[in-house]
């Protein structure tokens, strides 16, 4: 071994043991699989299957020119867009200067995490990063429990239990909704009771609303609404947008926590220095809307929804245990009715299921354990996104979304999950 080289001694303890993000290896393991000649269903990562809107390319195009380094905080004209966007959407008096831009929302919540000495609150089921990097930067996590007869929104009541021992602990509670992975959203009434018990304890809300344009209705509420003083709204173009790989994500803040924008301004200036000046440009075209991006929604909102139905009634009928989604493209099915039929199978945890599902029919799917359940409830987190997104956009606008435009347009993810659930009903 090279002098001074320790592996099991050098590497930092809370990182021992650490993989890779499971939403990303589900990807890579796919590929590996596609370059075998070996079919496969790409339920398991969840990245838009919608192309990126037209006008957006196009500015894009645009901007390729622009070499220059960005300020840290982000183009002044995007921090703009973004704060009008979400004066439109929620009617909060936030401006340029309470906007933070990085490459990906991911990237601002972990930033968040270094910056704020204070516990995580997370509702199960959670995204499968913020636990992580909780970890990654030292902090305590809280798992909150939800209950799956509420279709696993988090009660009021459990959040005012989880800080009634120390009240005065600094903490963050990390919503997102619509759920990844449940397609879940909150009620106005809902919003409203889990915004008072937030200001009761002075706890500060990470309001993850990536997924918020993707509401079947288009009626997304924000929390902020109720408790604007203490939510950092969190957003970015990789959902709503089509644009993942652009990398691109926000945060806006409150003017009472400005202090946390200039500390996490100045961890950003020391990591990714700026984010790329071309996608800024461009998406201050996506953030200022207007009549073809509303289109664009419209359509996108219209596939997903009935897709959602169209999928969801297949699983119901097999037996599954299945959220009713209410935006998004997810869906977050329980195989406990087939409890005994799997175990004969050898199949009693969800990564079991997860495994034998992929190697025996090809369709790539996540556990849910990954999501911070129990294994043993038998659930998957199921993306909706295996299908030509530019030719279902497309024909959307030609008239109504229902089943035999799912069972056309849709037809690689329809076909996968009706695979899944004639498999799990196999005795």
Request: aromatic share 8%.
């Amino acid at each position: 071994m090279t002098r001074g080289l320790h592996p099991e001694t050098a590497l930092e303890p809370r990182l021992r043991g650490m993989q890779p993000s499971i939403t990303l290896a589900i990807q890579e393991r796919s590929r590996e699989r596609e370059a075998l000649g070996l079919s496969i269903a790409r339920l398991g990562l969840g990245q838009s299957p919608f192309p990126v809107p037209t006008s957006v390319v196009d500015a894009l195009r645009a901007a390729a020119p622009e070499k220059d380094y960005l300020p840290v905080r982000g183009l002044p004209e995007l921090c703009e867009a973004v704060a009008g966007y979400h004066r439109r959407r929620h009617a909060v008096p936030r401006t340029g200067g309470d906007v933070l831009i990085a490459p990906g929302s991911k990237e601002l919540m972990f930033l968040l995490q270094v910056a704020f000495a204070g516990e995580l609150l997370l509702p199960t089921p959670t995204w499968v990063s913020y636990a992580p990097q909780a970890r990654i930067a030292g902090r305590g996590v809280r798992m909150l429990p939800t209950d799956v007869a509420n279709d696993y929104r988090l009660a009021p009541a459990t959040l005012d239990a989880a800080c009634r021992d120390e009240p005065d602990l600094p903490r963050i509670l990390v919503l997102n909704y619509p759920s990844n992975p449940t397609g879940v959203s909150y009620r106005v009434d809902h919003l409203a009771e889990l915004a008072e018990v937030a200001r009761r304890y002075g706890i500060v809300v990470l309001s993850d609303e990536i997924y918020g344009e993707l509401d079947f209705r288009g009626e997304h509420v924000s929390i902020v609404r109720f408790l604007e003083d203490a939510t950092i709204l969190s957003g970015g173009l990789s959902k709503w947008c089509g644009a993942g790989g652009w990398r691109l994500g926000t945060f806006s803040f409150p003017s009472r926590l400005r202090w946390l924008l200039d500390a996490m301004a100045a961890l950003a200036s020391e990591t990714y220095s700026a984010t790329s000046a071309p996608i800024q440009y461009a998406a201050v075209r996506a953030f200022r809307g207007g009549g073809d991006i509303e289109d664009y929604l419209d359509r996108s909102r219209a596939v997903l929804a009935g897709l959602v139905e169209r999928t969801r009634g297949a699983l119901v009928s097999a037996g599954a245990d299945v959220p009713q989604p209410d935006g998004a493209f997810y869906l977050f099915p329980g195989f406990m009715g087939c409890a005994e039929a799997l175990a004969r199978r050898g199949i009693t945890d969800d990564c079991t299921l997860a495994e034998r599902l992929l190697t025996e029919t090809g369709v790539a799917t996540l556990p849910g354990s990954s999501f911070g359940i129990d294994a043993a409830a038998l659930r998957l987190r199921l993306a909706l996104v295996d299908f030509d997104g530019a030719r279902a956009l497309a024909a959307a606008g030609a008239g109504q979304v229902d089943g035999a435009f799912v069972e056309r347009l849709c037809g690689p993810t329809v076909q996968a999950v009706d695979a899944l659930a004639q498999w799990v009903q196999r005795s």
